[in-house]
T-cell receptor
């Protein structure tokens, strides 16, 4: 199994600003995944982040809105850019497709 | 493309009675299937997973699921419900089989809210 931590655990942000979420894993992994869980909804895959290459985004998600970095095999960041209230969600990172971090609860005012 | 359909948005059972949460899947590949549980304001917890080995999969907390290819189903069951089982349950499919060493993003069902009546 993998132990995954995320920072921040929660944040309240103003519309138009950006927030960068960090994901740290206790072991080296090839693929990391970012998900969004909107209030009362299921999880939706945003993108897949491989170390050393550009992230692959799912339909409906674009790099300008959700830029992702993957500088090494244990770390990734997801930025939510130019936020609006519709971006209020829990953002989760995942590794090996099975293990999930605790999530970052984002509220946009 | 893969997808999952959770047939019930809410299930209510009495404590001590059996639990059945239904899930049908669609996949172009031999799928890997998972059940996750999410308690209120808590993170996701993996209950069990199917990766093309035994079709009856035993998980944590007394849950189990049976993979039925002919019915494209992966229903979750528990013989006796406990109050602590009240939570949201997600059926999930992956594009690749983990037993083959691959890994890919997951597609989540819409969730089933399990209510336990005292």
């Amino acid at each position: 199994s993998a132990v995954i931590s995320q920072k921040p655990s929660r944040d309240i942000c103003q519309r138009g600003t950006s927030l960068t979420i960090q994901c740290q894993v206790d072991s080296q992994v090839t693929m990391m995944f970012w998900y969004r869980q909107q209030p009362g909804q299921s999880l939706t895959l945003i993108a897949t982040a491989n170390q050393g290459s550009e992230a692959t985004y799912e339909s409906g998600f674009v790099i300008d809105k959700f830029p992702i970095s993957r500088p090494n095999l244990t770390f990734s960041t997801l930025t939510v850019s130019n936020m609006s209230p519709e971006d209020s969600s829990i953002y989760l990172c995942s590794v090996t497709g099975q293990y999930f971090g605790p999530g970052t609860r984002l509220t946009v005012l | 493309a893969q997808s999952v359909t959770q047939l019930d948005s809410h299930v209510s059972v009495s404590e001590g009675t059996p639990v059945l949460l239904r899930c049908n899947y669609s996949s172009s590949y031999s799928p890997s299937l998972f059940w996750y549980v999410q308690h209120p304001n808590k993170g996701l917890q993996l209950l069990l997973k199917y990766t093309s080995a035994a079709t009856l999969v035993k998980g944590i907390n007394g849950f189990e699921a049976e993979f039925k290819k002919s019915e494209t189903s992966f229903h979750l069951t528990k013989p006796s419900a406990h109050m602590s089982d009240a939570a949201e349950y997600f059926c999930v499919v992956s594009r690749y089989s983990y037993s083959g060493g691959g890994a890919d993003g997951l597609t989540f069902g819409k969730g089933t809210h399990l209510i336990i009546q005292p």
